[in-house]
Structures are given as C-alpha cells and as structure tokens.
C-alpha cells in the first residue's frame, strides 16, 4: 500500500465563500485554489497545511454526493484521502484484503490526480480515497 | 495564528483493537502507542502518516465526548488538530477573531501536549483543536 502521508481532508461546507472567510480570516491559511469538478457537483477550494491539503467543498446540486452528505449530517469533516504511489495498484491490495470498493479502477480528480475510494463499511466509517500523482 | 501542520486527525471507532487491525492490516500503518485519557473517557491508538498522527478514539463510557458522538453520529472523523507555537495564544487569537471557545485556556491532552477546542458552532462543523508541545 506504502501511503507516504495524508495528501489531503476533505471537507463538506454549505458555503464555500463563508467558509475561506473562516480559514484564512481565524486560521491564517491561505487558499491557493478554486475549482469545479464538474463530474462530482461539487465547487472546492484548496489550502495547503505543512504537507497536507484542506479540500473544502460546496455542493453544486443537491443531488450530489456533498448535497446528500451536508442534508444527512450536516457540514463537516467527509473523506480523508491518502497520498499513495499507485492508486490502481493500491486499490487492488486493498480488494484483496477484504475491502469493498466504490472505485474498482482509479479515475480522474481535482488537480489531476488518481483517485479512487474505499467504501466507508470497510473502513470504520471513513470515507477514505487513495490518491497518486498523474503518470 | 502561524498553524504548520495537522497535528492529528481525531477517528471515533466502535472497537479499538479492531479498528487497529484495519490501519495496520490495510493500509499498511504501524500503531506506535496506545493511551488512555481518563479525564476524556477514552482509550487512543496513534499511527503516524507524514508529518499528522491518526488518534483513533475508543469511547471508555457511553458519557463520555466520544460515546455521545458515536451514539449520535456513528464511528468516523470526529475531530482535526492544527500545530501551533502556543496554544494559549492561539485560543486568545481565535476568541479575538470571534470564535466561540470550548477551552478559554489550554489542558493537558494526549502525549503530554496543551490542547484546546474550538467550538463546532464557530468553525462550520469541524471540530477543531489547537495543540503545542509542552514547554
């Protein structure tokens, strides 16, 4: 699997212009980013903290993963996503130890990377994605 | 504020040892130290992955912070913890911004370091602590 460290937390907020408000205004981080990843219906924003990333995310329709999340359980924290060096690779050893997968084969995220997710019934409740740099 | 890092990543679990099974058997994570917080009412097992510790939480009574959030949430992330040079100025620094506070001053949290809450309610649902060494 050899997850090198947390590429990044994602997290579901109401209001994405609200929320970079609260983490550059309180916490002093800096976002670097906003883009729409069309395919989850979801706008996001990126800070970076020491190696990892923050991913905050509005939902664009209700109908999307982040609406259905945020009308279930409110904002809050949703997925963390672990920095490996293959996804597809990583996927595979995780199915062959007894994980149900939603991504059966990688597919293509926010900034381009590989992404793919573990279904959080085998995970203890994490929503959990492995993430590895374009080839 | 100057946050470097996440300091850890707080997962409420059902069952520690598990949970432990899964980081160690899955994801390949190796549990370093496990540790009972009396005054918090739960036992943790920590991972290192980075530069951020995962703290997986098992609730010691269902009274306590981490039974209360399983019975009403379910097992998942519970809680992220930012590094900081000092915690007590950091907390001052966030009520000045106008964060509401769950800690007005720091406490001793697990592995010995000042710990402080921020109130969900302030930070769009994201449980947040401030931690720094001990002097």
Chains 1, 2 share one sequence.
Do not use: W
Request: glycine residues 10%; contains cysteine.
């Amino acid at each position: 699997m050899n997850i090198s460290h947390i590429e990044h937390l994602g997290i579901a907020v109401a209001n994405l212009e609200e929320s970079i408000k609260y983490y550059e205004g309180v916490l002093g981080l800096k976002c670097y980013a906003i883009e729409e990843v069309v395919d989850q219906k979801v706008k996001t924003a990126f800070f970076m903290v020491g190696s990892t990333k923050i991913e905050l995310l509005e939902s664009t329709s209700p109908e999307g993963p982040i609406g259905k999340f945020i009308e279930k359980k409110g904002p809050g924290m949703h997925h963390i996503a672990f920095a490996v060096k293959d996804t597809d690779a990583a996927l595979k050893t995780a199915e062959d130890r007894g994980v149900r997968l939603i991504d059966k084969v990688s597919r293509k995220g926010a900034e381009g990377l590989n992404i793919g997710f573990l279904h959080p019934k085998s995970t203890h409740g994490v929503l959990t994605e492995l993430c590895s740099k374009k080839e």
